[in-house]
């Protein structure tokens, strides 16, 4: 028997982390977006926190992956099955009275990339799908009122993408999306350390290096961070102790390519909401938001104040439920697929 009721769900499919809204019960899921999968059977032996701690150990005979990458389906089996696996989690395996869901997708995302969401989505068991941009269900999420006729500006950070908006009179007046996130600022500080300090490390390490000591902005007592890997020259076991300020350097290219796309919308954006968004500022949002300094590192980069919202990580979830709770009044933001054409509202 399903523990919600409600067969309604506000959906985060990002490229790390899958969270789900129920509408009136709130954040009822938060699991990572691994499957494993063992090879040549294609059985599904683990989703989730299970899966990802296997990601880098597991044998020859699974198949330990992330099915979406850079915030788009990039194995469309793998994600049905993953979502399955959650839906039956908080709402059942129901026959009748299947849920609806709003799920967001990337500014950028295609059509194609679109549909694929839509029919993983009903194939994993959704009566009817919803989709929503990113940064917009961030906005509704972080408590930005996007219907006032002052501009709002969100940027959500994620793993696969950084999306940004600019909001007035419940419309996305400009919006753009890049493919650098979290998982790129990992691949740098991999790198990094392999051209500065001839050592290497898996991507898993890089994470847990970013979430300790990162920064965007460098730090005045930095501490001292443990960097274990293996030796680019001889392939032996190798430790180093270093300054944790030396992430600020490895994270300073990709995020210097996400200000310069801010920028670019910025400069894109009619001059009375520009005003405006000086004022209220810069909300940022999405994991990658908890990054130590990254507020200041974009504000001093842009010129425009910034602030980080309250819960970064489930904005865009929370702002997909929100919007469940009342189809029409978000109707204008909303993407939907009737009778196999593509409607924007």
Do not use: W
Request: charged share 25%; proline share 4%.
């Amino acid at each position: 028997m399903p523990v919600f009721r409600s067969s309604d769900i506000g959906l985060d499919l990002g490229t790390s982390m899958v969270l789900c809204y129920i509408r009136k019960k709130g954040i009822v899921l938060r699991e990572p977006s691994v499957v494993a999968i063992e090879r040549g059977t294609g059985k599904l032996v683990a989703v989730g926190s299970e899966a990802k701690e296997m990601l880098g150990r597991a044998s020859d005979d699974l198949i330990v992956m992330r099915p979406l990458q850079d915030g788009v389906i990039s194995s469309f089996d793998a994600t049905e099955r993953m979502l399955g696996q959650y839906f039956g989690r908080i709402v059942g395996n129901r026959i009748f009275f299947k849920p609806r869901c709003v799920i967001a997708v990337p500014s950028g995302a295609t059509e194609v990339e679109k549909r694929a969401v839509i029919e993983t989505s009903e194939g994993a068991g959704a009566r009817y799908t919803y989709l929503i941009e990113e940064p917009l269900a961030a906005a509704i999420g972080a408590g930005v009122d996007i219907f006032s006729a002052k501009g709002s500006m969100v940027l959500d950070i994620g793993a696969g993408t950084a999306d940004m908006v600019v909001t007035s009179l419940g419309k996305a007046v400009v919006s753009d999306s890049i493919r650098v996130g979290g998982d790129k600022f990992d691949a740098a500080i991999v790198r990094y350390f392999k051209r500065q300090h001839g050592i290497v490390i898996g991507t898993r390490a890089a994470e847990e290096l970013k979430i300790a000591f990162g920064s965007a902005y460098p730090r005045k007592d930095a501490p001292m961070m443990d960097v274990k890997g293996r030796s680019l020259g001889g392939g032996l076991p190798l430790a180093l102790q270093l300054d944790s300020n030396e992430l600020t350097y490895a994270l300073s290219e990709p995020l210097h390519d996400i200000v310069e796309h801010l920028k670019d919308t910025l400069e894109q954006t009619p001059p009375e909401l520009c005003g405006d968004i000086t004022e209220n500022g810069i909300c940022i949002t999405g994991g990658s938001a908890q990054l130590y300094g990254l507020d200041k590192f974009i504000s001093e980069q842009t010129g425009v104040p910034c602030y980080i919202a309250e819960d970064p990580v489930a904005c865009v979830a929370i702002g997909a439920g929100k919007v469940l709770e009342d189809i029409k009044l978000y109707d204008g933001v909303l993407y939907d697929y009737r009778r196999g054409d593509y409607y924007e509202g």
